[in-house]
């Protein structure tokens, strides 16, 4: 892959002179990239990792559009296909992406170099704009608010019998329309089930009422479904099998074969798990624990989350631990297995926060989900001089009833909603409310890329308002 070097042409010149410009907040980011040129090594080292000879071959996007790219992606929450079309339509964002009047990179381009780019090198791409913050004098760390949220996974809404039916699909679709072209004979005894575990699919989807003959019908059709899902996953596996023992004369060819079969046998193993956990509920009575469910096999990752909401009371994802400044920077995130509870991050985040800024900050204000004893004691030995958390559960005493209707209590809390607006546009305007990338590193790379591209619009706006404050004394 070598670097793209493009010549401004006329044209440029002469937008310039017209004065087509960035809309503001573009500007000062690109302006802020362009004094932080050790953040293009960081995405320049993930470009290159794997290549055997980097300096050559067609060219391809550089470190610097690949950035400034992937940051315009998240800010404007646009899908791959759009951001191109946007890119290529006008030269504001050709100037932004540092594209000029190049030709832009396909959708696909955009998505395969985004890929490439690690969570840890988006968290430390994170890292250096909080580091580059604190050097402005923009933040002095001393306030911090937390709080939670679910940012789903890409899937639809699991049920044992869609769950088998994609199953049922998938291997089917992998063992007749891929292998069978290129081995028919290693694909000779697989039978096509898919028209009739998706009819019993949509059977049980139709019962809703289980009493009485209907119950007994309703567990006839998951034993039916069961049943077929099990003889195609025995099938796939035979035919796998056949295919790796068939001797092919193009080494490319048997490459292609491996990697259809490690993908059947991938798929086949979680139609196992989904398997069992059906029997279990269905047939034997039992109560599958969350942790042990399966409910995707395209995003096996995802968790189930309940957290006591009207409108939500089940989501499938991953929770994810956000912690904001009194300025509106996110200084720490986090991608959680489970659903742990909030008060098990308290102890994390104040370690982070020092690892980041040096040293604990003064307020520390979060919702009553992070109280507990554990989460007091972390904040004493952090040394945590205002730890403002609404007592969760049990009868208040004198002291702490005293202690949160008082004016600096409220005045703290008040403070803490704040975080409930970041969270807000995260999800409505960053796109964090669903990670449409597959595979729980591209999640937390998603999650870190929306967090950075958070951060960014804020500190552009910060910069904005500093650079106004002169003129207008100089107007007074």
């Given at each position: 892959?070598r670097?793209?070097?493009?010549?401004?042409?006329?044209?440029?010149?002469?937008?310039?002179?017209?004065?087509?410009?960035?809309?503001?907040?573009?500007?000062?980011?690109?302006?802020?990239?362009?004094?932080?040129?050790?953040?293009?090594?960081?995405?320049?080292?993930?470009?290159r990792?794997?290549?055997?000879?980097?300096?050559?071959?067609?060219?391809g996007?550089?470190?610097?559009?690949?950035?400034?790219?992937?940051l315009?992606?998240?800010?404007?929450?646009?899908?791959?296909?759009?951001?191109?079309a946007?890119?290529?339509?006008?030269?504001?964002?050709?100037?932004?992406?540092?594209?000029?009047?190049?030709?832009?990179?396909?959708?696909?381009?955009?998505?395969?170099?985004?890929?490439?780019?690690?969570?840890?090198?988006?968290?430390?791409?994170?890292?250096?704009?909080?580091?580059?913050?604190?050097?402005?004098?923009?933040?002095?760390?001393?306030?911090?608010?937390?709080?939670?949220?679910?940012?789903?996974?890409?899937?639809?809404y699991?049920?044992?019998?869609?769950?088998?039916?994609?199953?049922?699909?998938?291997?089917?679709?992998?063992?007749?329309?891929?292998?069978?072209?290129?081995?028919?004979?290693?694909?000779?005894?697989?039978?096509?089930?898919?028209?009739?575990a998706?009819?019993?699919m949509?059977?049980?989807?139709?019962?809703?009422?289980?009493?009485?003959?209907?119950?007994?019908?309703?567990?006839?059709?998951?034993?039916?479904?069961?049943?077929?899902?099990?003889?195609?996953?025995?099938?796939?596996?035979?035919?796998?099998?056949?295919?790796?023992?068939?001797?092919?004369?193009?080494?490319?060819?048997?490459?292609?074969?491996?990697?259809?079969?490690?993908?059947?046998?991938?798929?086949?193993?979680?139609?196992?798990?989904?398997?069992?956990?059906?029997?279990?509920?269905?047939?034997?009575?039992e109560?599958?624990?969350?942790?042990?469910?399966?409910?995707?096999?395209?995003?096996?990752?995802?968790d189930?989350?309940?957290?006591?909401?009207?409108?939500?009371?089940?989501?499938?994802?991953?929770?994810?631990?956000?912690?904001?400044?009194?300025?509106?920077?996110?200084?720490?995130?986090?991608?959680?297995?489970?659903?742990?509870?909030?008060?098990?991050?308290?102890?994390?985040?104040?370690?982070?926060?020092?690892?980041?800024?040096?040293?604990?900050?003064?307020?520390?204000?979060?919702?009553?989900?992070?109280?507990?004893?554990?989460?007091?004691?972390?904040?004493?030995?952090?040394?945590?001089?205002?730890?403002?958390?609404?007592?969760?559960?049990?009868?208040?005493?004198?002291?702490?009833?005293?202690?949160?209707?008082?004016?600096?209590?409220?005045?703290?809390?008040?403070?803490?909603?704040?975080?409930?607006?970041?969270?807000s546009?995260?999800?409505?305007?960053?796109?964090?409310?669903?990670?449409?990338?597959?595979?729980?590193?591209?999640?937390?790379?998603?999650?870190?890329?929306?967090?950075?591209?958070?951060?960014?619009?804020?500190?552009?706006?910060?910069?904005?308002?500093?650079?106004?404050?002169?003129?207008?004394?100089?107007?007074?």
């Amino acid at each position: 892959m070598r670097s793209r070097h493009v010549q401004r042409s006329f044209a440029e010149f002469e937008f310039e002179l017209q004065g087509v410009r960035l809309e503001p907040v573009l500007q000062q980011i690109s302006d802020f990239l362009d004094c932080h040129g050790e953040l293009l090594d960081l995405v320049e080292e993930d470009l290159r990792r794997g290549l055997k000879r980097a300096g050559t071959g067609r060219a391809g996007l550089g470190a610097e559009q690949v950035l400034r790219s992937f940051l315009l992606w998240r800010i404007k929450d646009w899908p791959y296909r759009e951001l191109r079309a946007h890119i290529a339509d006008g030269y504001p964002l050709r100037q932004f992406t540092r594209f000029g009047s190049g030709a832009v990179a396909k959708a696909d381009a955009f998505q395969r170099s985004f890929v490439r780019l690690s969570p840890a090198t988006v968290r430390r791409l994170n890292e250096a704009v909080l580091h580059a913050i604190v050097t402005l004098g923009l933040e002095d760390a001393n306030q911090l608010r937390v709080d939670t949220m679910v940012v789903e996974s890409n899937i639809h809404y699991p049920t044992d019998s869609t769950l088998l039916w994609d199953g049922v699909r998938v291997l089917s679709r992998l063992v007749r329309d891929h292998l069978a072209p290129k081995l028919p004979e290693a694909t000779h005894g697989f039978s096509n089930h898919t028209r009739r575990a998706r009819r019993r699919m949509q059977e049980i989807a139709r019962m809703r009422d289980r009493k009485g003959k209907r119950q007994r019908a309703w567990r006839r059709k998951y034993g039916d479904l069961i049943t077929l899902s099990y003889r195609v996953t025995v099938e796939a596996r035979q035919a796998a099998e056949a295919a790796r023992t068939t001797p092919v004369d193009d080494p490319m060819q048997g490459l292609l074969i491996d990697a259809l079969c490690a993908q059947i046998d991938h798929y086949a193993k979680l139609t196992d798990r989904v398997i069992d956990q059906t029997r279990r509920r269905v047939f034997a009575g039992e109560t599958v624990a969350a942790e042990e469910k399966l409910y995707s096999i395209f995003e096996p990752h995802t968790d189930l989350i309940k957290r006591g909401k009207a409108r939500k009371p089940v989501e499938f994802g991953h929770k994810v631990f956000l912690a904001e400044s009194r300025r509106g920077f996110i200084t720490d995130y986090r991608v959680l297995d489970g659903n742990p509870i909030d008060s098990d991050q308290v102890q994390p985040s104040l370690q982070e926060h020092r690892r980041n800024f040096g040293k604990s900050p003064r307020l520390y204000t979060g919702d009553r989900g992070f109280d507990s004893e554990a989460a007091r004691h972390a904040a004493a030995t952090a040394k945590v001089e205002q730890l403002v958390i609404p007592q969760r559960g049990g009868t208040l005493s004198e002291e702490r009833a005293a202690a949160q209707h008082s004016k600096p209590f409220k005045k703290a809390q008040g403070f803490r909603a704040g975080i409930e607006g970041t969270i807000s546009v995260l999800m409505r305007g960053r796109g964090m409310r669903r990670c449409r990338l597959s595979g729980p590193a591209r999640f937390e790379m998603f999650v870190g890329v929306s967090v950075l591209a958070n951060n960014l619009m804020r500190l552009a706006a910060l910069l904005a308002k500093r650079k106004r404050r002169p003129a207008l004394a100089k107007a007074a």
